[in-house]
Nanobody
């Protein structure tokens, strides 16, 4: 499975961005798709995840109510709509895919990773 992330950029605090992640190769309906992020001062952290087949969603507390993850099976694409962005959201955002049954926020559960896209939020 190959993942291609895009949509990052520079935005002012309070603004919005939408990230996309397109999957190719041997995708499966059993996959969970997620976004993680990493800033220079922090380890990579979970942001949000969605079930490929049932569209269940999970969010980190820090983004609940501001970010929305969604997917389009026909387009093999997952989006992360980010609203009310804050400077602390600045990071490289990575999409990931994995097959597992629990602990959606655990990084080691994800087998495939995209290349990352930079999001910078200015104050």
């Amino acid at each position: 499975v190959q993942l291609q992330a895009s949509g990052g950029g520079l935005v002012q605090a309070g603004g919005s961005l939408r990230l996309s992640c397109t999957a190719s190769g041997r995708t499966s309906s059993s996959y969970k798709m997620a976004w993680f992020r990493q800033s220079p001062a922090k380890t990579r952290e979970f942001v949000a995840a969605v079930g490929w087949s049932d569209s269940r969603t999970y969010y980190a507390d820090s983004v609940k109510g501001r970010f929305t993850i969604s997917r389009d099976i026909a387009k093999n694409t997952v989006w992360l709509q980010m609203n009310s962005l804050k400077p602390e959201d600045t990071a490289v955002y990575y999409c990931a895919a994995g097959r597992f049954t629990s602990k959606w926020a655990t990084m080691t559960n994800y087998d495939y990773w995209g290349q990352g896209t930079q999001v910078t939020v200015s104050s």
